[in-house]
C-alpha cells in the first residue's frame, strides 16, 4: 500500500536557525513528489515539484531535494513569514491521484 | 494566475439537508479535484474529473457525488448532510496529469 510520512509533526524555530522537514514515501511508480504550503484557514499553496532521484528545486530560503525513498525540504535561515504547515504529496503513474502526507507545521520565532 | 473560487467561506448545515459545494477555476484547466481535510487525517480525495461530464471516484466517495457540466466548474453535492462530514473541503484545478494541483481558498462546512 503507498505511503507518504513526514515528519516531524511540528518543528519550532528560532529565526535563522535553519532546518529540514522529511517526506518519505513508498509508491509504486513515482510519477512526481510535489510540496506545498498551507497557512492557517485557506488552501494549499503550489512550491516545487520533483520528478526524479537527485533532482533540486530552490526557491528563497526553500530548498527542495529528492531520492528514491525520501524527499526534504530544507529551510535556510528562516524567518516568521515562513511560520506554515508544509505538506509533500506523491504522484503515481498508474493514476491521476495525488496522496498527501499530514503535514509538518513549522513555527518560526523572532 | 491560476484562479480557483469556491462559493462559500463558512457554511452552517443541519443533518439531512443537501448540500451544494461549487468551485470555479479560470484557467482552462483540465482536471477538477475535490478533497476534504481533518486534523491527523490530511487531506483525502473524494472525487476528480478529468473533463466535462466525466468523473471518477476518489479514496473516500461515501455520502458524496459531484457534476462537471461545464469545463470551468465542478460542483460537490452531499445528498444528505451528517455530523461526520464537518469539515474543510478544498477544490483544485490542473492543467494535465502530472501537473501541479492549484487549490482554492476552502470552504469550512458544519453540520448539526
Known amino acids: 500500500e503507498d505511503q507518504v510520512t513526514q515528519s516531524p509533526e511540528a518543528l519550532r524555530l528560532q529565526e535563522g536557525e535553519s532546518s529540514s522537514l522529511n517526506c518519505s514515501y513508498t509508491v509504486s511508480g513515482l510519477r512526481g513528489l510535489f510540496w506545498y504550503r498551507q497557512d492557517p484557514g485557506k488552501g494549499p499553496e503550489f512550491l516545487f515539484t520533483?520528478?526524479?532521484a537527485g533532482e533540486e528545486k530552490e526557491k528563497e530560503r526553500l530548498k527542495a531535494t529528492l531520492t528514491k525513498k525520501e524527499s526534504f525540504l530544507h529551510i535556510t535561515a528562516p524567518k516568521p513569514e515562513d511560520s506554515a504547515t508544509y505538506l509533500c504529496a506523491v504522484l503515481r503513474w498508474s493514476d491521476y491521484k495525488l496522496s498527501f502526507g499530514a503535514g509538518t507545521t513549522v513555527t518560526v520565532r523572532a | 494566475d491560476v484562479k480557483v473560487t469556491q462559493s462559500s467561506r463558512y457554511l452552517v448545515k443541519r443533518t439531512g439537508e443537501k448540500v451544494f459545494l461549487e468551485c470555479v477555476q479560470d484557467?482552462?484547466?483540465?482536471?477538477m479535484f475535490w478533497y476534504r481535510q481533518d486534523p491527523g487525517l490530511g487531506l483525502r480525495l473524494i472525487y476528480f474529473?478529468?473533463?466535462?461530464?466525466?468523473?471518477e471516484k476518489g479514496d473516500i466517495p461515501e455520502g458524496y457525488s459531484v457534476s462537471r457540466e461545464k469545463k470551468e466548474r465542478f460542483s460537490l453535492i452531499l445528498e444528505s448532510a451528517s455530523t461526520n462530514q464537518t469539515s474543510m473541503y478544498l477544490c483544485?484545478?490542473?492543467?494535465?496529469?502530472?501537473?501541479?494541483?492549484?487549490f482554492g481558498p476552502g470552504t469550512r462546512l458544519t453540520v448539526t
Open positions: 474529473s478529468y473533463d466535462v461530464k466525466m468523473k
Open positions: 483544485a484545478s490542473s492543467l494535465a496529469d502530472e501537473s501541479e494541483q492549484y
Open positions: 484557467m482552462d484547466h483540465e482536471n
Open positions: 520533483l520528478y526524479s
